[in-house]
């Protein structure tokens, strides 16, 4: 049982990151659809990685609702304690995740390569 646990960790607490970031956090700064792709939650539980995307059509809004998001990690950290029952709330550190728009970019080449 104990080789699970890692992944219900990480699950939980992507759930829980995305819940807090729709419906807790009130900053203006946060304008892109947020979305997170995967969490990574050290073994000791100290640290999470959380990858997120974010979508927006203007490059400006992407920076500023990551700096949002950095800016808001003591609160998320803080919710993400009191919400979840774990020896420590891990400290969350956000990257950038550009996957999707890597792969609507090779898209688009294949579809070139098609025509």
Do not use: Q, W
């Amino acid at each position: 049982m104990a080789k699970y646990r890692g992944g219900r960790i990480n699950e939980e607490v992507k759930k829980e990151i995305s819940e807090i970031i729709r419906n807790d956090i009130k900053d203006p700064r946060l304008t892109a659809m947020v979305s997170i792709v995967d969490v990574n939650v050290t073994k000791d539980l100290r640290y999470a990685k959380v990858y997120v995307s974010l979508f927006s059509t203007k490059d400006k809004d992407k920076e500023e609702s990551f700096e949002a998001l950095k800016s808001s990690t003591g609160f998320i950290r803080r919710e993400v304690g009191h919400r979840m029952n774990l020896r420590y709330a891990p400290e969350i550190i956000f990257e950038l995740d550009n996957s999707i728009e890597h792969g609507m970019h090779i898209d688009s080449l294949l579809e070139r390569i098609k025509e």
